[in-house]
C-alpha cells in the first residue's frame, strides 16, 4: 500500500556549482600575514588582519596555530558574505567564506546561493599546494561549521569547524582538517544589508497548504482545489518544530487509497512522528532525519514561512468520470507557517 507522507515525499538535492567568484589566498599575502606579529588593523583584502582571537585546527594530525587572521563581512547579490583566514607562521593558510552567517549549524556548500567554502594552502607546495572543501570529481562538498557566537557588534566571531580538503589539481589526494576552533576572531563590516537571524526560524509550523500542480475534487462539492487542504480534512494538525539545539520534531500526516476487494476509499494516515536535526544554510533550512537514516529535506524559508516542492510527485485524487479515487502524478509543494 503506498502511502504519500509528510515529509519523506520531499528529498531535494541543491545544485552544485563548479565556479566561485572567490579565489584562494594570495601567496604574497599569505607571507605578508605570517611576518605581521604586531596587533595592528590594516585594509589587506578589505579586511581586519589580526593576532587577537584564536584559530587553530589540526591538519592531517599536525597543529595549525594561526599568528594571524584576516576577516571581512560584506554584502553580494546573494547576501551577507563573511570571509575569514589564519595565517600560520609558515605561511599555511585556512580560509573560510560563508554566506548569510549565523548562530547555527552549517553544512559546506558550493552553491553560490547557500556558500560555505573551506580552503586549505601550503605554499611550500606550490600548484599542488591548494585545497578546498569541494569535491570536483564527485561534485560534493564535505565539512561544517558551527557559530557559536556572531557579534555584530564588536565584530567578532566564534566558531568550531572541521572539513576535508580536496586537491584541487587532483581530487584523490586530500587533507583532513579537524577540531577546527574560531575564537574571538575581528573582522571588518561593510554590509548593507540585515542578516538573517537563526534564532528566528525557532518554534512551531503548522501546515497551511498541501498543493498540487492537478487541482482535485475530493470533497465532492463540484468545485476542484489546487490546496488539498481545501478538500480533506487528512493534513490538518500538521505540524513541524524546529528546536533551539538544532533538533527537529514533525508529525506525519497523510492520505492514501485503501481498496478491499473491488471498492476503493480514501482513507486519512498517521505514521510515527519523524525526528533529526537541522540547519540554515542561507535561505534553506535542511532537516536530516534521525527516525529514517539517509532522508534529508530541505525548505526554502521565506518570513515565517517554509516551503518544499517535489517535481513529479504523487498525490490522490478521483477519476473525473467514475468519481473513484486514483493516484495522481502532479507536483507537489508543502507550505509551513510559523505559529
Given amino acids: 500500500m503506498r ?3 509528510l515529509l519523506s515525499a520531499f528529498l531535494i538535492i541543491a545544485s552544485i556549482l563548479t565556479s566561485c567568484s572567490d579565489e584562494p589566498v594570495d601567496p604574497t599575502l599569505a607571507n605578508q600575514l605570517a611576518t605581521n606579529n604586531s596587533n595592528s588593523n590594516n585594509n589587506n583584502g578589505g579586511g581586519t588582519t589580526t593576532t587577537t582571537g584564536a584559530f587553530t585546527a589540526s591538519v592531517d594530525g599536525t597543529g595549525f596555530v594561526a599568528n594571524s587572521t584576516i576577516g571581512s563581512y560584506t554584502t553580494t547579490s546573494f547576501g551577507n558574505q563573511l570571509s575569514l583566514t589564519g595565517v600560520t607562521t609558515d605561511g599555511k593558510t585556512i580560509s573560510i567564506q560563508i554566506l548569510n552567517p549565523s548562530v547555527a549549524t552549517f553544512q559546506a556548500n558550493f552553491d553560490v546561493s547557500h556558500l560555505l567554502l573551506f580552503q586549505y594552502q601550503d605554499i611550500s607546495l606550490g600548484a599542488n599546494g591548494m585545497f578546498n572543501s569541494y569535491n570536483s570529481t564527485t561534485s560534493t562538498s564535505t565539512g561544517t561549521m558551527t557559530i557559536t557566537n556572531f557579534d555584530l557588534t564588536n565584530k567578532k566571531i566564534s ?7 580536496y586537491n584541487t589539481s587532483t581530487s584523490t589526494v586530500t587533507k583532513s582538517v579537524t577540531t577546527g576552533v574560531i575564537n574571538n576572531v575581528s573582522f571588518t563590516d561593510s554590509t548593507t544589508t540585515t542578516p538573517p537571524v537563526t534564532t528566528s526560524f525557532v518554534g512551531t509550523y503548522l501546515m497551511t497548504a498541501f498543493n498540487t500542480s492537478v487541482p482535485t475534487d475530493l470533497n465532492g462539492d463540484g468545485t476542484p482545489s489546487t490546496n ?10 500538521s505540524l513541524l518544530t524546529l528546536n533551539a539545539n538544532n533538533t527537529y520534531t514533525a508529525n506525519s500526516k497523510g492520505i492514501d487509497i485503501n481498496t478491499t476487494g473491488s471498492t476503493s476509499v480514501i482513507a486519512c494516515t498517521t505514521d510515527p512522528d519523524d525526528n533529526g536535526t537541522w540547519v540554515l544554510n542561507g535561505s534553506v533550512i535542511t532537516l536530516t532525519s534521525t527516525t529514517t537514516p539517509g532522508d534529508v529535506f530541505s525548505f526554502n524559508v521565506n518570513g ?4 518544499a516542492t517535489e517535481p513529479n510527485g504523487q498525490a490522490v485524487g478521483v477519476d473525473q468520470v467514475s468519481g473513484a479515487p486514483v493516484y495522481l502524478n502532479c507536483d507537489i509543494t508543502i507550505v509551513y507557517t510559523k505559529q
Fill in 3 to 5: 502511502k504519500l507522507r
Fill in 159 to 165: 566558531a568550531t569547524f572541521s572539513f576535508t580538503a
Fill in 228 to 237: 488539498q487542504m481545501n478538500e480533506t480534512s487528512c493534513f490538518n494538525n
Fill in 304 to 307: 515565517s514561512t517554509l516551503s
